[in-house]
T-cell receptor, first 115, second 115 residues
């Protein structure tokens, strides 16, 4: 079975600074990887996903993530954050080849952007 | 616009009462899911359904029940047997595609508070 670890529960950062949210996964087979964002009292919205091809994936709102198979990581980055990026971010993984693939989520990282 | 509608958004109940959370989707998705979200614990799967009239338990099904009589509807009942029901509940659906990546689309959530 797969698992996801988000090492940082909270990440404080100043506006216009760069940010990296870390995600590591564990699986015995190849995987698909996702980042979702959740604003307060709302559902989850897909930021980006890695299915195949280029390991650098670009998403909405200027975010990008890089799949590193050897380090089993899928870290999320943004070169310059905005106040509106304050939210909770979830990394998720599913296994390739499943007939009824289910996502496994990390525990989330709260990004707090301040002036 | 297509999407997933959860109602009510906020719900209060007294201990010992059953309560039903509604989830309706007009995306024509086959699979539907219920997750529970608690601070610092990420998302935990309660029940899921791949097709009408069929559903499976997730990781934390005790104290919950579901039905899937129609493709577009997947209501969740939180019973009095659920020992700690106060939480944020998220409904999600998944499109049937040639390759099942596990990608989910989420509703806006329902916050249940037991008084």
């Amino acid at each position: 079975a797969q698992s996801v670890t988000q090492l940082d529960s909270q990440v404080p950062v100043f506006e216009e600074a760069p940010v990296e949210l870390r995600c590591n996964y564990s699986s015995s087979v190849s995987v698909y990887l996702f980042w979702y964002v959740q604003y307060p009292n709302q559902g989850l919205q897909l930021l980006l996903k890695y299915l195949s091809g280029s390991t650098l994936v670009k998403g909405i709102n200027g975010f990008e993530a890089e799949f590193n198979k050897s380090q089993t990581s899928f870290h999320l980055r943004k070169p310059s954050v905005h106040i509106s990026d304050t939210a909770e971010y979830f990394c998720a993984v599913s296994e390739r080849g499943g007939t009824a693939s289910k996502l496994t989520f990390g525990t989330g990282t709260r990004l707090q952007v301040t002036l | 616009d297509g999407g997933i509608t959860q109602s009510p958004k906020y719900l209060f109940r007294k201990e010992g009462q059953n309560v039903t959370l509604s989830c309706e989707q007009n995306l024509n998705h086959d699979a539907m899911y219920w997750y529970r979200q608690d601070p610092g614990q990420g998302l935990r799967l309660i029940y899921y359904s791949q097709i009408v009239n069929d559903f499976q338990k997730g990781d934390i099904a005790e104290g919950y029940s579901v039905s899937r009589e129609k493709k577009e509807s997947f209501p969740l009942t939180v019973t009095s047997a659920q020992k700690n029901p106060t939480a944020f509940y998220l409904c999600a659906s998944k499109e049937r595609t040639k390759v099942d990546t596990g990608e989910l689309f989420f509703g806006e959530g329902s916050r249940l508070t037991v008084l």
